[in-house]
T-cell receptor, first 113, second 110 residues
Framework: NAGVTQTPKFQVLKTGQSMTLQCAQD?????MSWYRQDPGMGLRLIHY???????DQGEVPNGYNVSRSTTEDFPLRLLSAAPSQTSVYFC????????????FGPGTRLLVL | GQQLNQSPQSMFIQEGEDVSMNCTSS?????WLWYKQEPGEGPVLLIA?????ELTSNGRLTAQFGITRKDSFLNISASIPSDVGIYFC??????????FGDGTTLTVKP
């Protein structure tokens, strides 16, 4: 039981490049979310999913796409990276709608030059 | 939208000292959560509070949901070096949305 896993741990991109941040969970959780964390700030919700095939926008969705083809995986895509997307990205999953049951992954550090 | 203020921003304390941090909001909320984040890791839930006035402990940690439902504090007693990290408060609403505080960075000197 690995919980929530994220890959890669660290990535450097050039402005305009695209990439996909991977997130997987093995707890059969319906709810999955992506957050970004900037220095000195709390986590902000980018996109979330309440089940396979269902996604919705969070607080800061611009510049990011998501899909949820399976219960286990919830990838986050940056279509054209910008320096403003330099951040630490956290994926989380929960078996219930309430956030207090969320498990967070270890994060992906992204640097956009 | 609602404003959430967490203070202090950072604390440098000696091992064995007690620590107190708090969060205040501009609106009333139904659930307060407190998390700890260690370097290179995601946040981990410490304590969840659901009722105004509720006081909950988790080992050396104690948190309270303010009577006005607009504030909460987290206390750590007899701090130890492994308490180092960033502590976040988080508010949940009935609509399933939430807001994180900006965090309190705790440094404990042995």
């Amino acid at each position: 039981n690995a919980g929530v896993t994220q890959t890669p741990k660290f990535q450097v991109l050039k402005t305009g490049q695209s990439m996909t941040l991977q997130c997987a969970q093995d707890m059969n959780h319906e709810y999955m979310s992506w957050y970004r964390q900037d220095p000195g700030m709390g986590l902000r919700l980018i996109h979330y999913s309440v089940g396979a095939g269902i996604t919705d926008q969070g607080e800061v969705p611009n510049g990011y796409n998501v899909s949820r083809s399976t219960t286990e995986d919830f990838p986050l895509r940056l279509l054209s990276a910008a320096p403003s997307q330099t951040s630490v990205y956290f994926c989380a999953s929960s078996g219930q709608r309430n956030q207090e049951t969320q498990y967070f992954g270890p994060g992906t550090r992204l640097l956009v030059l | 939208g609602q404003q959430l203020n967490q203070s202090p921003q950072s604390m440098f304390i000696q091992e064995g000292e007690d620590v107190s941090m708090n969060c205040t909001s501009s609106s009333i909320f139904n659930t307060w959560l407190w998390y700890k984040q260690e370097p290179g890791e995601g946040p981990v839930l410490l304590i969840a509070l659901y009722k105004a006035g509720e006081l909950t402990s988790n080992g050396r940690l104690t948190a309270q949901f303010g009577i006005t439902r607009k504030d909460s504090f987290l206390n750590i007693s007899a701090s130890i070096p492994s308490d180092v990290g960033i502590y976040f408060c988080r508010l949940n609403t009935n609509a399933g949305k939430s807001t994180f505080g900006d965090g309190t960075t705790l440094t404990v000197k042995p």
